[in-house]
């Protein structure tokens, strides 16, 4: 088990497993002959997706953003996502040197499936579900809740009520504070929270300050650095013609005040930096883990 000290906030990026999505649902109504140059594709036109969480040690507390799609679906739902590499939510958390048990908090940027699987997991005799994480809270928003438990007909299969529902029947749910406008400065987590709609309800973005650095977990506002031109939107996103406009309002904020951003989707490209160019918010350095975090 974790012993606590009261020792400055650290972020532990954790590997929950990568996966494959189709190329051209990634990237909606851009050609593949555009999109292929930053993100090659396999034999089945395929990309390589990673499910990279973010833990922060901050003194009693540890909270990690997303869960990747846990393991407690079918053999035939996995085969859709090709999955590949040895990467695991647990032993990703135990070579940090933690253990789920020392979760205290579970923040859920939104609730499809590659985001929260991992949040619950069979109980011992696979007879139903428990959270995979006993003594966390979890954290959603009264908005995407309610949008992911009374699913539209485009997300349902995006929401999968064994994933969501027993985090509620746990008794250990819990919503972050109202808000008016599209930032919050949550005074319940040990972060900011910036609201995006486009991919779906009430999206939470993380602002982390992090040894005067502003790390931003990018979630699916910016799935991976091939998706900065404003236009490059996924065929997922249930209001693509909102997301161009808050991922511009959003990446003009990270050009001006140098924000690292976190991306969880990006299998090559952990963290990077961007800059303004005469084409518009482009990409300015990239970052591996080792050499961001140590």
């Given at each position: ?8 906030m ?5 590997e ?13 109504v ?8 930053t993100?090659?594709a ?12 973010l833990?922060i ?33 647990e ?17 859920l ?5 590659d ?14 579900y ?10 959603s928003n ?13 997300e ?5 009520v064994?994933n ?12 972050v504070?109202?808000?008016d ?13 910036f609201?995006a709609?486009?991919?779906t309800e ?9 040894k005067g ?12 650095a ?12 249930t ?14 904020l ?6 690292y951003?976190?991306?969880e ?10 800059k ?6 482009r990409?300015d350095?990239?970052f591996t ?6």
């Amino acid at each position: 088990m974790f012993n606590y000290l009261c020792l400055p906030m650290e972020l532990h990026p954790i590997e929950a497993g990568n996966f494959k999505l189709d190329g051209g649902a990634m990237f909606g109504v851009v050609p593949k002959s555009i999109w292929s140059k930053t993100n090659p594709a396999d034999n089945n036109n395929m990309i390589d997706i990673a499910a990279r969480c973010l833990l922060i040690e901050d003194g009693k507390r540890l909270t990690l953003i997303d869960t990747g799609m846990g393991n407690k679906q079918s053999d035939k739902f996995f085969g859709y996502y090709y999955p590949w590499g040895e990467h695991k939510l647990e032993s990703s958390l135990n070579n940090k040197g933690f253990h789920k048990d020392d979760i205290t908090d579970v923040f859920l940027s939104h609730l499809h499936f590659d985001h929260c699987g991992g949040a619950i997991q069979w109980n011992k005799n696979k007879t139903g579900y428990e959270p995979s994480f006993k003594n966390a809270t979890y954290w959603s928003n009264t908005n995407h809740w309610d949008w992911a438990t009374k699913p539209n007909r485009r997300e349902k299969a995006s929401f999968l009520v064994e994933n969501i529902i027993p985090i509620q029947e746990s008794g250990q749910l819990n919503f972050v504070e109202s808000y008016d406008g599209d930032f919050l400065e949550s005074k319940k987590m040990n972060f900011d929270i910036f609201f995006a709609d486009g991919h779906t309800e009430k999206q939470m973005i993380p602002h982390i300050n992090y040894k005067g650095k502003k790390v931003v977990f990018m979630a699916d506002l910016l799935p991976t650095a091939g998706h900065l031109p404003l236009p490059f939107v996924m065929g997922y996103d249930t209001r693509p013609l909102l997301t161009m406009p808050e991922k511009e309002k959003f990446l003009n904020l990270a050009a001006n005040n140098n924000y690292y951003l976190f991306l969880e989707h990006d299998a090559h490209n952990p963290i990077i930096t961007v800059k303004h160019t005469d084409r518009g918010v482009r990409l300015d350095e990239c970052f591996t883990i080792n050499e961001f975090f140590n």
